[in-house]
């Protein structure tokens, strides 16, 4: 038999190793300017173009480099960092393993432009998929210019493969920002299709961070800091009350080098005990200086995780320095996450019930049924604000869980309206968060399309009143028995098809601001406004672009009353529209819909009026899909008259 092993030739090796190295184009930016920093670069600017598909360029002040090493540093396994195998367990350079360049020369067109001090002339470098295509002294600046055009021009399935242009953005933000964090030393800048986004001058780490997330941020911090004979840890924590349900500004440093460790973000999670409501995420930008010799940083082609030789010793220090600062600054708790920050009356935007008699009945909505589908007018508000309460249960001050409270206070109308069934209830509010986002397979009963709506003789006389338990269930009468609505799922239902009617038809009217207001937020966080602010702006918010990362608020909704804290609202919305892209995949405009139904969804707690609640149900039966909310979870659950008499039955003896 023929041989059939053979070696591969140089380029594709080079491109089949690139794939560990360069993944996107984010990987070759975080190459590049680590490389800046170890040449002892004070400045450093990045340009980017089309994400970075079409120009990654990383200009420094570096030390630069001579013809020759200019050269070399395109050769795989080629670096001046170390030069044995021990120097990999004293490393204090951010790289080292002499594959960024070679990887990336494999896979783009690189243009290479650099000059040592001591030098009279520079050297241009083109180098095309591997191959050298000119190298030749020229006139340039001390330092070093990488241009990288074209990533992925030879690979094309890995360029298949990137995603859009604003994800990938801020893929290279987020790269960006760790470098920055990690050096608040050098001045840094990025631009992005010409638009200077960041501009970052060498300065303190707490002006840095502002520099980075914003203004908003400097409220929100709590210094840290911790000496000890093994380690030194210092940088900043949030507040508690500034947590947010996805992961967001958490980095973790060792050495200056950005890190990524599950074990001790749970060290940091658990620092602050019952501080944080579950599925929340702190923010932290924590630094950990150690000896090089107590780690090993060569674990992992990127260096994003590395080992230590003592990690439970590690994990015990920083969630004692975490405990530490938090206690020192009396830190305390404030669990109303679900609080709803943008409407004082969420029933601003329900029609008004009707009050004329129905076409066929005589009763209207007060017969017991609902009219769907019908529009009504109203300015009924006696709900007013969102409830807000502290402590470990989602029940507001005075009330009780069902099963805590075995009798309730409005015992009479529940015995006029029906029976309430208080084991289902135990197994609804057990948990104590009405609010977690879960999906629920939806059982046969809620695809049946005969709920009882129909005329009833019965009800003419003696309309029904609606009844409020715990103020988070509503009690309605059908012909067939009762059904049991849980008011926020509702509300979002009902907000959910009318902001994707509104996207569609984009004629929602918009309240001018009496004063504007001025927002500023991170880079990613821009970043992502900026991709679905049209959509945004067409649900009746009247957002605009100030420069960099700041926006001028100049109207909401006109069905949506202001705060006064758009910072805030705004925040949370993105911060929704992110949750629902980890958790659901969806399309832009179906997530900014839910993302929007959520946030303004009347929230456990909320006290109602007859009528908010009779509106409630008159909307949610006119709803396409009534019988779910947005994230999958039943709106609604039916009591049939027979099985509520079985209850009743005689036993037997």
Same mark, same amino acid.
């Given at each position: 038999m023929s041989d059939i092993i053979q070696l591969l030739p140089d380029n594709i090796a080079n491109q089949i190793a690139a794939g560990e190295v360069i993944q996107r184009p984010a990987s070759a930016v975080k190459e590049l300017l680590e490389n800046a920093i170890d040449a002892g670069a004070t400045r450093i600017e990045l340009i980017i173009k089309d994400a970075g598909k079409t120009l990654i360029q990383v200009v420094d002040n570096g030390c630069g480099m001579s013809s020759t090493d200019a050269r070399l540093s395109f050769e795989r396994h080629a670096t001046s960092k170390i030069t044995n195998a021990n120097d990999l367990f004293s490393i204090n350079t951010l790289g080292f393993r002499g594959e960024a360049l070679a990887s990336i020369a494999a896979i783009a067109q690189v243009e290479l432009k650099t000059k040592q001090q001591t030098a009279e002339l520079g050297t241009q470098l083109i180098i095309e998929g591997s191959t050298v295509k000119m190298q030749e002294p020229c006139q340039c600046n001390n330092g070093t210019s990488f241009a990288i055009k074209n990533l992925f021009y030879n690979v094309p399935a890995r360029r298949k493969f990137l995603k859009s242009n604003a994800v990938e953005t801020r893929h290279i933000i987020d790269e960006f920002q760790r470098v920055a964090l990690a050096n608040p030393k050098i001045y840094f800048s990025l631009h992005n299709n010409n638009i200077p986004v960041f501009?970052?001058?060498?300065?303190?780490?707490?002006?840095?961070?502002?520099?980075?997330?914003?203004?908003?941020?400097?409220?929100?911090?709590v210094s840290l800091e911790e000496d000890t004979d093994f380690l030194r840890i210092y940088g900043f924590i949030g507040k508690p009350q500034f947590a947010r349900k996805t992961r967001g500004e958490q980095?973790?440093?060792?050495n200056e080098r950005f890190i990524k460790s599950a074990y001790l973000n749970h060290a940091i999670v658990k620092a602050y005990n019952e501080l944080l409501q579950p599925k929340t995420y702190p923010l932290y930008i924590i630094y950990m200086d150690i000896d090089p010799a107590r780690i090993d940083v060569n674990v992992h082609p990127t260096k994003q995780e590395i080992k230590f030789d003592d990690e439970k010793l590690v994990y015990a220090f920083i969630q004692a320095a975490v405990k530490r600062a938090l206690g020192k600054h009396s830190l305390t708790p404030s669990l109303d996450f679900d609080r709803d920050?943008?409407?004082?009356?969420?029933?601003?935007?329900?029609?008004?019930?009707?009050?004329?008699?129905?076409?066929?009945?005589?009763?209207?909505?007060?017969?017991?049924?609902?009219?769907?589908?019908?529009?009504?007018?109203?300015?009924?508000?006696?709900?007013?604000?969102?409830?807000?309460?502290?402590g470990s249960s989602n029940f507001p001050s005075g009330e009780q869980p069902a099963w805590k409270k075995r009798v309730p206070d409005n015992w009479e109308e529940l015995y006029k309206t029906g029976v309430v069934d208080f084991p289902k209830a135990e197994r609804e509010t057990k948990n104590g968060d009405f609010s977690t986002e879960e999906t629920i397979t939806i059982q046969s009963d809620f695809s049946q399309p005969n709920l009882g709506f129909e005329d009833n003789d019965d009800y003419q006389d003696t309309p029904f009143i609606p009844v409020q338990l715990h103020h988070c269930y509503i009690v309605w009468q059908i012909k067939s028995?009762? +059904?049991? #609505?849980?008011?926020?799922?509702?509300?979002?239902?009902?907000?959910?098809?009318?902001?994707? =009617? $509104? %996207?569609?038809?984009?004629?929602?009217?918009?309240?001018?601001?009496?004063?504007?207001?001025? +927002?500023? #937020?991170?880079?990613?966080?821009?970043?992502?406004?900026?991709?679905?602010?049209?959509?945004? =702006? $067409? %649900?009746?918010?009247d957002v605009q672009e100030f420069g960099q990362n700041t926006f001028v608020v100049h109207g909401a909704p006109s069905d949506v009353k202001s705060t006064g804290d758009e910072q805030q609202v705004i925040e949370s919305l993105i911060e929704q529209f992110k949750l629902n892209l980890q958790a659901f995949k969806l399309d832009k405009r179906t997530n900014l819909a839910k993302a929007m139904a959520r946030k303004n969804a009347i929230k456990i707690g909320q006290?109602?009026?007859?009528?908010?609640?009779?509106?409630?149900?008159?909307?949610?039966?006119?709803?396409?899909?009534?019988?779910?909310?947005?994230?999958?979870?039943?709106?609604?659950?039916?009591?049939p008259l027979a099985e509520i008499a079985k209850q009743f039955e005689r036993k037997n003896g």
């Open positions: 501009q970052l001058p060498a300065s303190n780490l707490r002006k840095r961070i502002i520099g980075l997330l914003g203004h908003s941020f400097n409220d929100r911090l980095f973790l440093f060792v920050i943008n409407l004082t009356n969420p029933f601003n935007s329900f029609p008004k019930p009707s009050t004329k008699m129905g076409a066929e009945d005589g009763k209207g909505l007060s017969a017991g049924k609902t009219t769907a589908g019908k529009s009504h007018n109203s300015n009924n508000s006696s709900g007013g604000g969102s409830a807000k309460w502290t028995g009762f +059904i049991l #609505l849980q008011q926020q799922l509702v509300h979002e239902r009902i907000l959910f098809e009318n902001y994707l =009617n $509104a %996207l569609d038809r984009a004629q929602v009217s918009t309240q001018k601001l009496l004063f504007p207001q001025t +927002i500023e #937020l991170t880079g990613a966080d821009a970043d992502l406004l900026k991709e679905i602010l049209p959509d945004i =702006n $067409a %649900l009746g918010y006290k109602l009026s007859v009528e908010e609640m009779r509106t409630l149900v008159d909307q949610l039966f006119g709803c396409e899909t009534p019988y779910i909310s947005p994230s999958g979870r039943p709106t609604f659950t039916t009591y």
